[in-house]
């Protein structure tokens, strides 16, 4: 069955700084992955989605995200974290529905 | 505008009784879910309808019960026999699920607490 592992529950990062956030998954076949990004109290937006091709994959607010298929990951990297960018984050797998990894809440501190 | 539409966002529920969670999209999207969502644990899914009239049980379906009568709507019931329904509720959609292509667009959610 597929999963995703999310080893940080909470990161701290300073505003400037630069972040990344851990997503290792487990699936048989070539694995569509996303990034979930959360506010308090909100639904999810989709913040970058691999199907195939590129390893490293471009999404929206500055994010980017890279697949590395020897590791079985799929790692959310920011180069300059803004404190709006303080939520949470959520890795999913799909085959035909949506696996959740447990999330990693992110602090922007000033 | 095209979305998915959750209401109510707060709902309140005494210990024994039955409520129901209303998800509308209009996307045109064939599949549909409801997950719930608690401090730490991620998102765990409810139930999911590929198609009107078809839905499946997700991996924590007990307590609850859905309806596909139409393509837009995908109604969630909480029963009494759901013994901890205290939560963060959210419906989703996507296209379709043929070939993974399962890119959800979420609504707000409901947050549904018992008294």
């Known amino acids: 069955a597929q999963s995703v592992t999310q080893p940080d529950i909470h990161i701290t990062v300073s505003e400037g700084a630069s972040l990344e956030l851990r997503c290792n998954y487990s699936?048989?076949?070539?694995?569509?992955l996303f990034w979930y990004v959360q506010s308090p109290g909100q639904g999810l937006q989709l913040l970058l989605k691999?199907?195939?091709?590129?390893?490293l994959v471009q999404g929206i607010k500055g994010f980017e995200a890279e697949f590395k298929r020897s590791q079985s990951s799929f790692n959310l990297r920011k180069p300059s974290v803004h404190w709006s960018d303080a939520a949470e984050y959520f890795c999913?797998?799909?085959?035909?529905?949506?696996?959740f990894g447990a999330g990693t809440t992110v602090t922007v501190r000033a | 505008d095209g979305g998915i539409t959750q209401s109510p966002k707060y709902l309140f529920r005494k210990e024994g009784q039955n409520v129901t969670l209303s998800c509308e999209q209009n996307?045109?999207?064939?599949?549909m879910y409801w997950y719930r969502q608690d401090p730490g644990q991620g998102l765990r899914l409810i139930y999911y309808?590929?198609?009107?009239?078809?839905?499946q049980k997700g991996d924590i379906a007990e307590g609850y019960s859905v309806s596909r009568e139409k393509k837009e709507s995908f109604p969630l019931t909480v029963t009494s026999a759901q013994k901890n329904p205290t939560a963060f509720y959210l419906c989703?959609?996507?296209?379709?699920?043929?070939?993974?292509?399962?890119?959800?667009?979420f609504g707000q959610g409901t947050r549904l607490t018992v008294v």
């Open positions: 989703a959609s996507s296209i379709d699920y043929r070939g993974g292509n399962t890119e959800a667009f």
């Open positions: 699936y048989g076949a070539t694995p569509y």
């Open positions: 691999y199907f195939s091709g590129d390893t």
């Open positions: 999913a797998v799909s085959d035909y529905k949506l696996s």
């Open positions: 996307l045109n999207h064939d599949a």
């Open positions: 309808s590929q198609i009107v009239n078809d839905f």
